[in-house]
């Protein structure tokens, strides 16, 4: 397989989840702020901007943070390079260049998404914006589905590559944000939280449910870290995300019969997870784990890169 | 803005001309069918035109949601279209097709003979049968591909050889495409379409398959790989990207052949060797299907701005470890002055008169076919010797005069820039249209394939159809559409 086509499939696959994660981080949003006493739900936007990584560039744009601009800015602006709009336009360039590796269902769903937000103008009042969402939320699931359905070859397991990374990225990111802006440093681990604040989070991830399934202790924020970051059950889990990062590139190399940098930061990462308990974690601070598990993602990103000659 | 309406009504009665040969109906009007094809006739008779547009629009649909679309330089707006479908096939009988044929590997052979001669010895320039101003001050003409042999002495793999109809036996070739002809994708998907949507003519008439056709280009690359290269040579089609206007059919083709898909950004040269870049490392290529033109393909060559071109890609070609298909320097044999030497050239070549003739073409180079031209440019086709798609061209019957007069002064200013041609009665096939079916005006483009020791030609070819009324220009870029072409199996003992 070409380089630039194993490039264009991982990124695929990196935007659509990105587009996801977005999509599913606005509705929690939305729903937080909808229970949040006023004017506290500004405080949802501002860490949904956190999250999404778009603070800085939400500044600049120099719009006053208001419930709707920051839903249009996480939705459609084009001046946002991770807008649900950007990166399904950019999901579908992507795809669009090496349309031949991808199956038709997987193409055709990519190109609907695309058309189904190209010409929104603005993602308009509450009901209007949960509308797109569900519609973001349809495609990319479909895509999932026509991914499952593809062979089982290069094509399939880079865009995996893609979105496993991409993941574990938005994952970790959710966590450091909510965890940093719910306990203050003074606050008592297992001490008083704010319901709604987790449940937000555990929404974020599509998780409400598996949580019940996985604790029966009520919510508790250190177990809903625990689920997050140890828990391989949990799809969108830290522990999944790498588990599929080591599954695919093991694939891969099994084909060419040659493994690199990328397997060996991967595995590190997965063992150090299988190994790691939430009760030290805590105790030595969960911020620093995240900090340091969110420097780790670009570098494995570039570890891939070049392992297989991406640039 | 009224009078340029005005203008265009009277152009349209001096078109009141006697009724074009109609390739079903002949010149009866559409009273009755020329005896090969009552089948036709009765299917679109008995056909509802309302289910006929159904599955027009259906393939169209199809078409749509493969992403089967091409851009139209100039129009954003419309930045991804699709070229309209027709659904009404246009057939050639097996006698009309094997005729056909031998007259395209005859002119093939000649064009392939011609650029492997211009190339190197210049034997029909020292001959006096071509003035030799004319090929070595030609701009298509690439004096740095002077001597190099391109492996296995072929030039043209690919040929799409433009052709039109006036009557039952009269076809013309109105232009050779030696370069990077496109719309074979076409070819094969109006076919799908074709068995998709009208299964039932393929019960009614023996219709040879067209699907050979990736297999056959695939064999055709295989055997023009350098002598150097391995049992199984490394082939890959170029594309300039995905913004190309033909960007589709390229995939397509790497598709269905079943190689990769390169861009310049993919290949690299290192000491006249070409090497494409994939996951598990450089793997080494041996034959090139480009889909660049010549100026782009190499900027330390060519044009330096290139951004498109491989740097270093015509030395590897030059030392011989990679075959370009087709070999740069091609687009010499398919300029408009030289294509009026057709004629001279194939019998020069072959020994033979050739098989298929040209159209009648004034070189306005030359005084008195100026003079006529210029008396005559309300009857007469004016076309740029290197212009393409339709562009730069007159149409005199269907000009306004200001246009008419705006080429006079072109045509006098640079009047070796120019060929005329008179108008032809184009064939029309009927045609799925607005107001019911009707007779358009159609031209063929067959794609002629020449490997090492084989020319071969896939039965059947991109139809295009003029959908506006009256209108003889083709071209997908002005409003042309496609059609499928049938060619039925010759029946044993009817001839």
């Known amino acids: ?311 | 803005m009224q009078s340029a309406i005005h203008e265009a009504e009277n152009n349209k009665e001096r078109m009141a001309t006697p009724p074009a040969f109609d390739e079903i109906w002949g010149k009866s009007r559409g009273k009755e069918a020329r005896p090969e094809f009552t089948l036709l006739a009765d299917w679109i008779n008995s056909t509802p035109p309302a289910e006929l547009n159904r599955r027009q629009q259906a393939a169209e649909t199809a078409f749509r949601q493969l992403g089967i679309t091409f851009a139209v330089y100039g129009d954003d707006e419309a930045a991804e279209r699709i070229i309209p479908f027709d659904i009404i096939p246009r057939i050639f009988s097996g006698r009309e097709w094997s005729n056909l044929v031998a007259g395209l590997e005859q002119r093939v052979r000649a064009i392939n003979a011609f650029l492997d001669d211009i190339y190197g010895e210049r034997k029909i320039l020292k001959d006096g049968i071509i003035p030799s101003e004319l090929i070595l001050r030609n701009p298509q003409f690439l004096p740095q591909m002077v001597g190099a042999k391109p492996p296995h002495g072929v030039y043209a793999h690919i040929c799409g050889i433009d052709m039109v109809r006036t009557g039952p036996d009269e076809f013309f070739v109105l232009e050779d495409n030696a370069r990077t002809p496109s719309g074979v994708s076409y070819m094969l998907e109006n076919r799908e379409a074709m068995l998709r949507l009208c299964p039932e003519l393929f019960e009614i008439f023996d219709v040879a398959p067209v699907d050979s056709y990736p297999d056959l280009l695939h064999e055709t690359m295989r055997s023009v790989a350098p002598r150097s290269s391995g049992k199984a040579p490394v082939c890959v089609v170029l594309t300039p990207g995905h913004f190309n206007s033909a960007f589709y059919e390229h995939s397509f083709l790497a598709d269905n052949i079943g190689i990769e898909l390169v861009e310049a950004a993919d290949l690299e040269v290192i000491d006249d060797v070409v090497w494409m870049r994939t996951i598990d490392g450089p793997v080494r290529v041996d034959v090139i299907y480009r889909r660049i033109d010549d100026a782009f393909i190499d900027p330390l060559v060519f044009r330096p701005d290139s951004l498109l071109g491989v740097p270093g890609l015509i030395s590897a070609y030059l030392a011989g470890n990679v075959a370009l298909v087709n070999a740069p320097g091609t687009g010499i044999a398919d300029d408009k002055a030289v294509y009026s030497y057709m004629p001279e050239i194939v019998r020069y070549y072959s020994g033979e008169d050739a098989k298929l003739p040209n159209v009648e073409t004034y070189r306005c180079r030359e005084r008195d076919a100026l003079q006529y031209t210029l008396e005559n440019l309300d009857k007469l086709v004016v076309k740029l010797v290197d212009g393409s798609g339709g562009y730069g061209m007159l149409v005199g019957p269907t000009a306004t005069r200001t246009q008419i007069d705006d080429f006079r002064v072109r045509l006098i200013a640079e009047p070796q820039r120019y060929i005329a041609q008179p108008t032809l009665a184009l064939s029309t096939v009927p045609t799925l249209t607005e107001k019911g079916i009707a007779p358009r005006h159609v031209d063929f483009r067959p794609f002629v394939l020449t490997g090492s020791d084989t020319v071969r030609c896939v039965p059947g070819g991109l139809t295009r159809v003029a959908l506006t009324e009256g209108s003889l220009v083709v071209n997908s870029s002005q409003g042309g559409g496609t059609k499928d072409s049938f060619v039925l199996k010759e029946v044993k003992g009817s001839d």
Not at chain 1, 82 to 110: F, G, M, P, Y
């Open chain 1, 1 to 311: 397989m070409l380089s630039r086509t194993a490039l264009n499939l991982y990124w695929t696959g990196r935007y659509i989840e990105r587009a996801e994660f977005t999509a599913r981080l606005l509705e929690a949003t939305i729903r937080l702020d909808s229970l949040s006493p006023r004017p506290a739900g500004v405080n949802a936007w501002s860490s949904a901007l956190a999250v999404a990584a778009a603070e800085y560039g939400f500044e600049e744009a120099g719009e006053p943070l208001t419930p709707s601009n920051v839903a249009r800015y996480l939705t459609l602006a084009d001046e946002n390079g991770s807008s649900i709009r950007s990166c399904l336009r950019n999901a579908r360039t992507n795809a669009r260049a090496v349309r031949t590796a991808l199956s038709r269902d997987a193409w055709e769903t990519i190109n609907r998404a695309w058309t189904g937000v190209r010409d929104r103008a603005s993602p308009g009042g509450t009901q209007a914006t949960l509308n797109l969402i569900d519609l973001v939320k349809a495609e990319t699931r479909g895509f999932e589905g026509a991914l499952h359905r593809m062979l089982h070859n290069e094509s399939s397991w880079f865009i995996r590559l893609g979105a496993a990374i991409e993941r574990a990225d938005n994952t970790a990111r959710l966590l450091d944000v909510k965890y940093h802006l719910l306990l203050p440093d003074d606050a008592e681990v297992g001490g008083a939280v704010d319901r709604d604040q987790w449940t937000t989070i555990l929404h974020t991830v599509s998780a409400v449910t598996a949580y019940r399934w996985l604790y029966r202790e009520g919510l508790q924020p250190w177990l809903v870290a625990e689920m997050l970051i140890l828990r391989s059950e949990l799809p969108r889990s830290l522990a999944a995300s790498m588990e599929e990062v080591v599954t695919v590139l093991t694939a891969l190399g099994r084909r060419s019969g040659k493994q690199g940098e990328a397997d060996r930061m991967a595995r590190a990462r997965l063992t150090k997870l299988k190994q790691c308990r939430i009760e030290p974690l805590f105790q030595r601070g969960l911020h620093e784990y995240l900090q340091d598990f969110l420097a780790d993602v670009p570098a494995l990103d570039y570890a891939i890169a070049h392992q297989f000659r991406f640039a």
